[in-house]
């Protein structure tokens, strides 16, 4: 129910990022990469209306093992299906080529072949983009792969384009060691773009959350859900922690795109109301939600009016 000004959202899509899966270690000897992941899938578990796709913008297996995109498929899967949603996946630059197809996909692969994809959702246009080079952590596309993606982007898709790669193109001056590993000749990519109806251009690889633009299109990178980038760190280049893991949901209007940073970690409440104080507020008038909720004096803002009177205000 609108409770605002503004409608429900059209397409809701969720947002998640490098959770680097390992067969059967832990990564850096402490960390446990599955775990960051069922605490994401879990968190978007919660939310109503769910999510109509979850888009990983790379480095899914950490190592790039069979058997990691197995358990991969093995998590992500089951709980998409009971959202209802689509798992988009993309490339990362430490996924391999071979493994990822055959694994997550059922195809043949080598080296050469990048792992481009379009997925239509509900009249949304999701793009991944294969920005992995063999051998190497930086970012190329080749002339092909922007050729291909001039020709699918030349017919508009009803409710427009987001586009997912794994190395975002945007500054990172947080972390400089990244742009040693960034995506290179930019300018290209913007040339593809130039007209296009992409929305949004979504990405990870800096195992941080942080925005900005690119040829006009705003850019949303997500954390990792493995471990971060810690982007002050003390007397450190580079600073890994494990901390501060986080999914990102995006929310998609006819003429906006709201994103919303989902921490992983449960943290101690304290403030809130039940959710069944949802049911009697949408049950109000506006008139009295506002008098209710926004007026300062109010019974409730006092801590006159218990939560119980609210659910029941014949009690």
């Known amino acids: 129910m609108q409770l605002g000004q503004y409608p429900a959202p059209r397409h809701a899509v969720a947002h998640v990022s490098d959770p680097h899966l390992l067969a059967d270690r832990l990564q850096y000897g402490v960390i446990d990469t599955e775990t960051g ?26 190592r790039a093992e069979p058997a990691a995109y197995a358990r991969l498929r093995d998590l992500v899967e089951p709980v998409a299906a009971r959202m209802g949603a689509e798992v988009v996946w993309v490339m990362g630059n430490h996924d391999e080529r071979a ?20 997925h239509e ?14 051998g190497y952590h930086h970012g190329e596309l080749t002339d092909e792969q922007l ?64 925005y ?3 040829a006009g299109i705003p850019v949303s990178v997500a954390s990792a859900t493995c471990y971060t980038s810690d982007p002050a760190p003390l007397d450190r280049f580079v600073s890994g922690v494990d901390g501060h893991q986080a999914v990102t949901m995006m929310h998609l209007y ?5 994103h919303t940073i989902v921490p992983l970690a449960e943290e101690p409440e ?30 409730l803002n006092t801590g006159q009016l218990h939560v119980d009177a609210v659910t029941d205000p014949a009690g």
């Open 121 to 134: 959702v509900d009249g949304l246009r999701i793009i991944s983009l294969d920005t992995s080079v063999p």
């Open 212 to 214: 900005s633009t690119f």
């Open 37 to 62: 992941l069922l605490r994401s899938l879990e968190r978007l578990g919660r939310l109503d209306p769910p999510p109509a796709a979850i888009v990983f913008t790379g480095d899914l297996a950490d």
């Open 270 to 299: 304290v403030s809130g109301f039940p959710a069944d104080v949802a049911a009697a507020v949408e049950a109000m008038s506006p008139e009295e939600r506002r008098e209710l909720v926004s007026r300062k004096d109010s019974p």
């Open 147 to 210: 050729a291909w993606l001039r020709e699918v982007l030349a017919t508009p898709a009803p409710h427009g384009t987001l586009l997912a790669l794994h190395h975002p193109p945007i500054p990172v001056p947080m972390l400089r060691a990244a742009e040693i590993i960034e995506l290179l000749d930019q300018d290209r990519l913007a040339q593809a773009l130039a007209g296009s109806d992409v929305r949004g251009i979504i990405g990870g690889h800096f195992h941080f959350s942080t």
């Open 254 to 258: 006819d003429d906006r795109v709201v």
């Open 99 to 118: 493994p990822y197809a055959r694994e997550l996909f059922g195809e043949d692969a080598d080296d050469a072949t990048t792992q481009d994809r379009v």
